[in-house]
């Protein structure tokens, strides 16, 4: 009888253990009920908190228009700033500038689309705009903050109604900037959601983001080449708690700022998953000198890697004429569940799928509108945790014991570093 009861025991031990390990593999990480958004800062990057709970609040007129979101906006941030409560229901929004010392408060079942008119509207393709116009100067001291949890949280729409990139934060020139708890539902437009780009004062004077806290937000349907955040420039920069169902989640790449020699310092990534995509974690220096990149928690499920790094390369508007770097860089805890199907890579990577995989490359993804069929995506296996062509620079990484691997065929994955000379 004893016998009997610790064999009992052991399977229900077995059956709790197997059970919250499931459990632990389909948690959403981006849900605030599940990862704390706090703290804001990590590594000396990030949001330096500001207290709220003082400052008069205004309330937007339910489903209101951009135009008078934008009014709203100007009066509070010439009163000193406040909060700005958006309630539940639909808006169509459009290149919404968010001024200093505003904090924007969107309720829970929230959604927001782009008008059609923004088809024919010139400038930027973007839901919000933060120190992004020419000479705008400096933006300070913002939070955007969505309610709810993951089921109910404010969620912004993006369709392919153009062949424009559109964006949902389209970020510049902004010191001291939170953006919380938001969920996006794309069709493979062109751009990332979340863009980090300059402001430009003049012809020679170049701005741009510091001190920035992008945390708990999810995203679908994201294109290949692109994703959920894409940091172009930026100086302590924190991504936390961010998921991405195809593309990248978190595309670290100088490009836009190589023209003036300006590139980024002091990315922080904490707790990011990549989706049936083609990576949590992309590092693309370009041309110039950048700082570190710390990555401390990337997961990737059905993807093609975890993490990719790329040698840097001169471009003709680099205005350096060197190969880029990021110094003092380095990642840890990386796993990854492989999928033989799932993964997005574009035509042009299929050359580094081993040949022992090349036999999952599958059809073309069909929503993908890119003219260059090189850079057009299509399904394929999970290839390995860690893709690197490096020569310029390096990143301290994981050993490959230290690198935890699930999924499919695992015995087909000889390499979890797979190093391209």
Same mark, same amino acid.
């Given at each position: 009888m004893i016998k009997l009861k610790i064999v009992v025991f052991a399977i229900f031990c077995l059956f709790t253990?197997?059970?919250?390990i499931a459990q632990?593999?389909?948690?959403?990480?981006?849900?605030?009920?599940?990862?704390n958004p706090k703290p804001y800062r990590r590594e000396d990057a990030g949001y330096k908190e500001i207290n709220t709970s003082n400052l008069p609040v205004f309330k937007f007129k339910k489903r209101g228009t951009s135009d008078r979101l934008n009014a709203l906006i100007e009066k509070v941030s010439r009163k000193g700033g406040g909060i700005i409560q958006i309630p539940s229901g639909n808006y169509e929004f459009f290149q919404v500038k968010v001024k200093s010392n505003i904090h924007l408060r969107f309720e829970k079942n929230t959604v927001i689309k782009f008008p059609l008119s923004s088809i024919r509207a010139r400038g930027e393709k973007s839901f919000f705009m933060i120190g992004r116009l020419e000479d705008e100067g400096q933006i300070r001291n913002v939070s955007i903050i969505g309610e709810g949890n993951a089921q109910n949280r404010p969620k912004f729409i993006l369709k392919q109604i153009d062949l424009k990139h559109r964006r949902v934060f389209?970020? $510049?020139? =902004?010191?001291?900037l939170l953006i919380q708890?938001?969920?996006?539902?794309?069709?493979?437009?062109?751009?990332?959601?979340?863009?980090f780009n300059l402001q430009k004062n003049g012809k020679t004077n170049m701005h741009r983001a510091k001190n920035v806290t992008v945390t708990n937000i999810s995203m679908t349907g994201a294109d290949q080449g692109y994703g959920l955040a894409q940091t172009n420039v930026g100086e302590n920069i924190l991504l936390k708690n961010l998921v991405c169902e195809g593309g990248m989640t978190c595309r670290i790449e100088a490009h836009t700022g190589r023209k003036y020699n300006v590139?980024?310092?002091?990315?922080?990534?904490?707790?990011?998953?990549?989706?049936?995509?083609?990576?949590?974690?992309?590092?693309q220096p370009h041309s110039i000198i950048n700082g570190r990149v710390l990555v401390n928690g990337a997961k990737s499920i059905g993807s093609a890697w975890v993490?990719?790094?790329r040698? $840097?390369? =001169?471009?003709k508007d680099s205005k350096r004429r060197a190969k880029g770097v990021f110094y003092g860089s380095k990642m840890e805890n990386l796993s990854m569940k492989y999928s033989n199907s799932t993964a997005v890579l574009s035509q042009k990577n299929i050359k580094y799928v081993p040949e022992e995989l090349k036999k999952f490359v599958g059809k073309k993804v069909k929503k993908d509108k890119k003219k260059k069929k090189a850079e057009a995506g299509v399904y394929g296996p999970s290839v390995a945790p860690v893709f690197s062509n490096l020569k310029s620079y390096t990143v301290e990484l994981p050993s490959e014991d230290d690198i935890k691997v699930s999924g499919e065929d695992i015995n087909l994955r000889k390499q979890k570093i797979l190093v391209i000379k």
């Open positions: 253990i197997t059970t919250n632990n593999n389909d948690q959403d990480i981006s849900d605030i009920e599940e990862s389209s970020i $510049g020139r =902004v010191e001291n708890n938001f969920t996006i539902d794309d069709e493979l437009t062109f751009g990332s959601s979340i863009a590139g980024l310092d002091n990315i922080v990534i904490q707790n990011v998953v990549s989706k049936k995509g083609k990576a949590a974690v992309l590092l993490v990719f790094l040698e $840097g390369f =001169v471009a």
